[in-house]
């Protein structure tokens, strides 16, 4: 079974995060798959797309019980940055729908995204400094943006949990709703962006992004120097260990 599923109709896309049974974290399989869906996306005819998550989170981040892959660690990395790439450079606005736990790379897939809408019950934290990590998905280049340079480190540095409330209160998502609510109020908003022109949707992503994301690139470029140093050192190989055998 994919561990991402893909629908289209009338004129919006629906991408859902689909390992319910690890709370959507993130493996390879996963990247390759979500990388497909939104090449997908782009090329459906969507005017607007949705990203979700099966089951009881929007993604927990990195499944801490599976090994680091063996192989290049450099390619890996750049794998998971392309959807961050992906999801700014789509041509249509992606709306991120998020329930339950979006952690580290989940709370940075959502970063990606054009607006974030979260459940009131929604868990978002950055826990990879208290793991001995980096952060990859240009959060060091999009929390800031939306939440401001102190309340940023405050979020990387301490890693505590915000609730979805809490996260409408400093800026970290556009509105937090009753979890019951989540994917009507999503597809609402989907809705309403694809009986926009296309054309006109796509330009204005474009001309926002287009002066945020000057330096994008390098953050993305210095997070994968960070991550391949915190990565083998005998902190990250300890900690992560000891979540393993407590997990």
């Known amino acids: 079974m994919s561990t991402v599923e893909f629908a289209y109709d ?8 689909n390992r319910p049974e690890r709370l959507n974290a ?11 869906a939104l090449e997908a996306a782009a090329n459906s005819g969507a005017r607007a797309v949705v990203l979700a998550g099966r089951g009881r989170a929007f993604c927990a981040g990195h499944d801490l019980k599976e090994p680091i892959p063996d192989g290049d660690s450099r390619a890996r990395l750049d794998r998971l940055q392309d959807v961050t790439r992906r999801l700014r450079t789509l041509p249509q606005p992606v709306i991120a729908a ?12 959502a970063l990606g995204c054009d607006l974030i809408l979260a459940a009131e019950d929604a868990v978002f934290a950055f826990p990879e400094v208290s793991l001995g990590l980096s952060v990859t998905g ?3 280049r999009l929390l800031p943006m939306l939440v401001g340079p102190l ?26 709703v009753p979890a019951d609510e989540l994917m009507d109020r999503a597809i609402a908003w989907a809705t309403k962006i694809a009986g926009h022109p296309a054309e006109a949707a796509t330009m204005a992503k474009r001309a ?7 330096t994008l690139e390098g953050a993305l470029e210095l997070e994968v120097s960070h991550a391949l140093i ?8 300890a900690s992560t260990e000891a979540f393993r055998s407590r997990a």
């Open 10 to 17: 009338d004129g919006v896309a629906l991408i859902w995060l």
């Open 26 to 36: 993130v493996v390879p399989a996963l990247v390759d798959d979500l990388l497909e």
């Open 98 to 109: 998020v329930h339950g736990y979006a952690i580290g790379a989940g709370a940075e897939f």
């Open 138 to 140: 240009a959060a060091s």
């Open 151 to 176: 309340k940023a480190k405050e979020l990387l540095l301490l890693g505590e949990r915000v609730d979805g409330k809490a996260a409408h209160g400093i800026g970290l998502v556009n509105a937090a």
């Open 208 to 214: 926002l992004d287009s002066g945020l994301d000057g």
């Open 230 to 237: 915190t990565e083998h050192s005998a902190a990250v190989k």
